[in-house]
């Protein structure tokens, strides 16, 4: 899908307390993965859970086009028939990957180690970001990649017809950029090797284990070195997609600011390298804990419950940590500016990449609700007002970010005055339903007929 529908603006108004269960969807980085892991094994990989969001969709739609049987089975559950490493077809049009970062960047690296063409592009947002991080390694295994300026999409990757290994050091903290380097030595003779100097998500490494791939990750003074033997067999796999921290920052955060509220939030994936947002309100006062703490399908999953806080502080958020809340930080700064204090958030320069450059669109969207922001190339600040103390009563732009959306709704449910967004429609790439669980909870969302 290239582009959204017709724009939704959307106003949120003080919530009543936000009370009882809020079942989040699938993990968004899990569920990509799924699909094009189980579009690369023969037989059939089962996967319950799968987030039916617009970004993870048009994932399954890429992986027909390649080749695979994507089968939707109702209520989350999918049959994949992949076709083996290396046995993708050339898909007959231009693959579009809507405003999914993750579905474009795995893709292109899964297919370029195969003597195949394909055309990607995307939505408004994705033609916009940076695409050399993933073309760069790819040319080191001798594929061929023709884009726009800057290597931009729609652009053409000719896969390589005898693909060499590669070693390389990710030049960016990107589980995007490791995951395509790892996905393309899955179809190179040999040993693969990636170094990352900051650790990133690491689902991509936990599943090419889970299918069968030989990997070995090894800590040194370099980095974390990522070691993957090339041409395995894969066996396919029966999958629980655990719930999304990502998506279950959105109603936690909003218990955290809205008077009165206790949610329960369960059966949420806690990998270490995703759940840097939750150390971080617990650091600033926030009354969360994790209940029922667990492992299941080889990630470690809890239930989230989290009480109104009136007494979180302002503090100064460990940019080592940067990479394990990479997503969050918008929904932090509405925290932070409902906390007592200043928070700062160093060493965050890969924000300006993302759907949107979300440094800026928060920090254009806070101020206009009152909030005062300050920024630099790779940091930002907030000056907190206390609990309710946002003014509110501004329009933020979405800037076809779902979290931008998001997080401007959660805003909404403590300031003063309303919070409005001038377009809600990218939610459903993330968290299709997100205005129906959080209204079930007590948040006072409505969509604006202008
Ligand atoms: C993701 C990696 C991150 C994250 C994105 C999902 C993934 O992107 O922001 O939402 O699933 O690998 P980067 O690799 O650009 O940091």
């Not at 039916?52 to 969709?57: A, F, P, R, T, Y």
């Not at 206790?262 to 006062?285: S, Y």
């Not at 920024?375 to 609990?387: A, F, H, K, L, Y």
Request: proline letters at 7%; charged letters at 20%.
């Amino acid at each position: 899908m290239s582009g959204h529908g017709p724009a939704i603006p959307m106003t949120s108004r003080k919530a009543t307390p936000l009370r009882g269960v809020a079942n989040v969807p699938g993990d968004k980085s899990i569920s990509h993965r799924s699909l094009i892991l189980g579009a690369m094994t023969v037989g059939e990989t089962r996967i319950t859970g799968l987030l039916e969001g617009q970004d993870v969709l048009d994932t399954g739609k890429a992986m027909r086009a390649f080749g695979a049987e994507v089968i939707e089975h109702g209520g989350g559950e999918y049959s994949v028939h992949g076709v083996g490493v290396g046995g993708f077809a050339e898909p007959e049009d231009v693959i579009d990957c809507g405003n999914a970062g993750t579905g474009v960047r795995l893709i292109m690296g899964a297919m370029a180690t195969t003597p195949i063409s394909a055309t990607f592009t995307g939505d408004g947002s994705l033609r916009k970001r940076p695409m050399g991080r993933i073309t760069d390694p790819l040319a080191l295994f001798g594929a061929r990649s023709y884009g726009r300026a800057g290597g931009r999409l729609p652009l053409t990757i000719v896969g390589a017809a005898e693909p060499m290994p590669v070693r390389y050091t990710l030049p960016m903290a990107s589980a995007q950029v490791k995951s395509a380097v790892l996905l393309a030595g899955l179809n190179a003779p040999g040993q693969t090797v990636v170094i990352e100097p900051e650790a990133t998500r690491d689902h991509t490494e936990r599943m090419l284990r889970g299918f069968g791939a030989d990997l070995t990750v090894e800590d040194t003074d370099e980095g974390r070195v990522i070691t993957l033997t090339g041409q395995p067999e894969f066996t396919p796999q029966t999958i629980a997609v655990p719930r999304d921290p990502s998506s279950a920052a959105f109603p936690v955060c909003a218990a955290l600011i809205t008077e009165g509220s206790d949610l329960l939030v369960p059966n949420i994936g806690l990998n270490p390298t995703r759940a840097g947002l939750f150390t971080t309100l617990r650091e600033m006062g926030a009354d969360l804990t994790y209940e029922n703490a667990r492992e299941e399908g080889g990630e470690p999953v809890a239930d989230l419950r989290a009480r109104f806080s009136p007494n979180m502080k302002g503090i100064e958020v460990d940019p080592d940590r940067a990479a394990s809340m990479i997503d969050e930080y918008p929904v932090l700064s509405v925290v932070a500016a409902n906390a007592e204090g200043k928070t700062h958030m160093p060493g965050v320069k890969e924000l300006r990449v993302k759907e949107s450059d979300r440094i800026d669109a928060m920090a254009k969207g806070l101020r206009a609700n009152g909030i005062t922001v300050d920024e630099g190339e790779d940091w930002w600040s907030i000056d907190g007002r206390g609990p309710g103390g946002m003014p509110g009563g501004g329009t933020a732009a979405s800037e076809l970010d779902h979290r931008i959306a998001m997080s401007f709704m959660v805003a909404g449910m403590a300031a003063q005055k309303p919070v409005s967004i001038d377009d809600a429609s990218p939610i459903v790439t993330s968290f299709p339903i997100f205005e129906e669980l959080m209204t079930a909870l007590g948040a006072s969302l409505t969509r604006d007929n202008r």
